[in-house]
């Protein structure tokens, strides 16, 4: 999605994550109509179905790397206890094997940023959202990030959506979608 900034894009993000509620039309995932699913219920959809990638990258300060990637599998922990050795392999796909320790704070832009695409794929999700997810990150870096994207949408089969400002992005898209300001 492209857009002039306060067209919407992070709105709209969040409404098909279900982290935000629209005051009108549908929301449908998988063919499910999402929309009149009560909170209580809502956030299962949130943590199974879909991955979130932010701008500011969201990492938790004080948790290592590792630690960071296994968040959203921590209420699911004592039935599933593969998630390390997932969270281990999806770092090394992400090229920050070696650095599972390290604390976010001890890592560039790119390597966070890298950290919080592995977080959104620990639980294995059908739906990929990242709001300009090179926003904080120079050019080359910025590349490589949407390569992987296109990477986990090419062989992950996965639906990533994202919304940039970088009008390079464009041409590996699939589709881009125009918001008016
Ligand atoms: N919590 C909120 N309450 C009320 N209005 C909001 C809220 N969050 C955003 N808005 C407004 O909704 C509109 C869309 O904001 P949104 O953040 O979705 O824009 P955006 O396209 O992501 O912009 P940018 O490119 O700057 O990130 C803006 O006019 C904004 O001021
Ligand atoms: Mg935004």
Redesign the pocket.
């Known amino acids: 999605m492209v857009?002039?900034?306060?067209?919407?894009?992070?709105?709209?993000?969040?409404l098909m994550g279900a982290l935000d509620k629209p005051t009108a039309g549908k929301i449908f995932l998988e063919g499910k109509d999402i929309t009149g699913i009560p909170e209580t219920s809502l956030y299962k959809i949130r943590r199974e179905k879909v991955g979130f990638i932010f701008?500011a990258y969201h990492l938790i300060p004080t948790l290592n790397v590792m630690q960071n990637v296994l968040v959203p599998a921590l209420p699911l922990k004592a039935k599933n206890k593969h998630y390390p050795d997932r969270a281990k392999e999806l770092l090394k796909m992400v090229g920050l094997d070696g650095k599972e320790k390290r604390r976010p704070g001890e890592l560039s832009g790119g390597e966070q940023q890298r950290v919080a695409i592995a977080r959104a794929l620990i639980l294995d999700p059908v739906l990929i959202l990242a709001?300009?997810p090179t926003g904080n990150l120079d050019l080359k870096t910025g590349r490589k990030i949407f390569a992987l994207l296109k990477e986990l949408n090419l062989t992950g089969e996965k639906t990533v959506i994202t919304?940039t400002?970088d009008q390079k992005i464009k041409e590996l898209c699939g589709r881009v979608i125009f918001?008016k300001g």
């Open positions: 857009g002039p900034s306060g067209c919407g894009k992070t709105t709209l993000l969040n701008q709001d300009e919304a400002h918001l």
